[in-house]
């Protein structure tokens, strides 16, 4: 092929995933517009229209701006951290199964959460109409209704998550910054913070118990705009750091010497890169649960549609993430409304087949490519 034909088709391919990113921000719109008007209380879309205007009544002004608004964004805000968050950790560990999950950093943020709620006393929480829609009399409750419980056991989450992450830094670093040592050690940490977990909830009582597990679940139902506007200052700035790096996250692709042969240090690289990952993961995970494989399954997803280049995989990554958890969450609030089932569920249901039949069609094989 002449060199005409190749920068034809580079452009081509450029233009394709330019396409598949405004496809999916579209989604994103088409979807978060039917998440604000869907749910138990029914709500058309001028309805919507006249919150803004100021002709809607209290009811639907207190249904639109302080359950569904918030909760949709917090979908978004979460799930361009952790598909974001997963794919720079693939990319840095060159290893297909990395993920804020099965690093075990979302098991070190339960073991917080479980640390608070039983040695703490952050337990008497749990109330079951988190399990219900827009019929509360109090808008946007949930079990973390006592806001002191809740931003204690938000916090004993992060900071549980954070020392997780150090763990693993701090033997990598003893063994040296390698993929290999880095997963090991993760994977080794976070069966150990799966066993605190365990022993957590032998020694709760059954409302500690509920609200252990309840949390577990990973469920968005108790988002407010506070906690909205602390996510936007903390990930924005991490998904402009993630872009930012993208090349030096491609150039360790061909290896560690190629990328010291460019000026780039692999070992800054993985340590500044897993740290701000883990950040990201630990956030989420601390104000809404677990919600599993959106850092493990959008990745690959998205490299299948894309390609590997880091310079797009890590935005568009972002954007599907956001759209994936945005329309699993809406529809784990319609599938039985009014009854809601925590997003956590839905996206290890959907996301364990999805990530069995990426593996079959040859993940390993076809994952540097």
Known sequence: MTGTGLIDQYRRYTRNRLFFILLVIAGIVVVGLYAVISGAAGIAIKDVMSVFTGGADNITNQIVLHIRMPRVLAALLAGLALSSSGAVMQSILRNP????FTLGISGAAAFGAAFAIVVLGAGNMFDGSALFEDFSPSI??????RFGDRYL????????????????????????????????????????????????????????????????????????????????????PILIFFSMMS????????GDEFAQSLGVNPFRIRLSGMLVASLATAVVVSFYGIIAFVGLVVPHIVRRFIGGDESFLIPASALFGALFLLLSDTVARTLFSPVILPVGILTSFIGAPLFLFLLLKGLGKSYWT
């Open 153 to 236: 056991v938000m916090g004993s989450a992060f900071i549980w998550s954070m020392t997780s992450t150090f763990f693993i830094l701090a033997i990598a670093r003893y063994r040296g910054v390698t993929p290999e040592v880095m997963i090991l050690a993760g994977i080794a940490i976070g069966s150990l913070f799966s066993a605190g977990v365990s022993a957590m909830q032998y020694m709760a009582t059954e409302a500690e118990l509920a609200a252990i597990v309840f949390w577990m679940f990973g469920d968005l139902g108790r988002a407010t705009w506070h906690e909205v506007a602390i996510l936007s200052l903390l990930l924005i």
């Open 140 to 145: 946007g409750s949930s079990f973390f209704d």
């Open 247 to 254: 090349w030096n996250y491609k150039s360790l692709q061909s």
């Open 97 to 100: 199964l990395a993920s804020p």
